[in-house]
């Protein structure tokens, strides 16, 4: 198994948004102010189009092989506290080409990549692997280097899409409220980056766990193996110092 499963967290982009809506002089927690309101005026939620998204954490989760050849597992928040977007991007796509994974992400085709294709533009990113020129790549939409679970499961149809809360609380997995926008943004503000890798990190272990289920349901695992696959992560859970780690392994019982 080589599989990496990914998850973005953002705030606006203040920066775009002050020369798109001529908002310059503004200080940061002004503009904000100012796009969700012309947003909210003009599409009825002050939900930002993806292109004004601004990335602020990639949590992901490795499942593969160790030098010692035998099977490793871990989930780790990218850079540091002081890590410019930029470089987390960069520490994302090191990852990709250093590896070549299968991609793992709840909504990644509907949110994630979409974003990580902006940021990329505006930051002068190079990912070669990311854009193969054949069909085999990671954004051709029927293959499996890019596993998005939530488009996968409901066979393409919008109207089956569910959150990956619902379907871990379904599963008997650690039911989490993800921390909606406005959460995210004032834990940014507060310095509170810490608790938003911790809610990243958590989205990768249950989007990890429903994967795990997925395979099973293909049949690319057998019971006894996904039984193994379980194990080897929860004793990454309980070996871990992170208290939310230890936590999450309590919560799925």
């Known amino acids: ?105 709840w909504n990644g085709s509907g949110f994630d990549f979409p974003v990580i294709h902006y940021r990329m533009l505006k930051n002068k990113m190079t990912a070669p692997s990311f854009w193969l020129k054949s069909d085999n790549n990671y954004l051709a939409r029927y293959h499996q280097r890019h596993i998005d679970l939530m488009t996968v499961l409901a066979s393409y149809n919008d109207a089956a899409k569910a959150p990956l809360d619902h379907i871990a609380a379904m599963l008997g997995f650690p039911k989490k409220t993800t921390m909606d926008d406005s959460q995210i943004l004032q834990q940014y503000q507060s310095g509170h980056l810490k608790n938003i890798h911790h809610d990243c990190e958590t989205s990768v272990l249950n989007t990890y766990l429903v994967y795990l289920r997925f395979q099973l349901m293909n049949g690319e695992l057998k019971n006894e193996e996904l039984q193994q696959e379980y194990a080897l992560l929860r004793q990454l859970l309980d070996n871990s110092t992170e208290q939310h780690l230890q936590q999450f392994s309590k919560s799925w019982g």
């Open 1 to 105: 198994m080589n599989v990496l499963v990914f998850n973005i967290k953002t705030i606006p982009d203040t920066q775009t948004g002050q020369k798109i809506f001529d908002l310059e002089g503004l200080d940061d927690v002004s503009t904000i102010k100012a796009m969700k309101h012309l947003r909210q005026q003009h599409a009825g939620t002050d939900f930002m189009p993806l292109h004004l998204h601004k990335i602020i954490a990639i949590s992901v989760l490795y499942r593969g092989i160790g030098e010692d050849m035998e099977p490793q597992v871990s989930v780790s928040s990218l850079g540091q506290a002081d890590s410019s977007e930029a470089e987390l991007l960069g520490l994302l796509i090191e990852q990709i080409e250093e590896r070549t994974p299968t991609l793992i992400s």
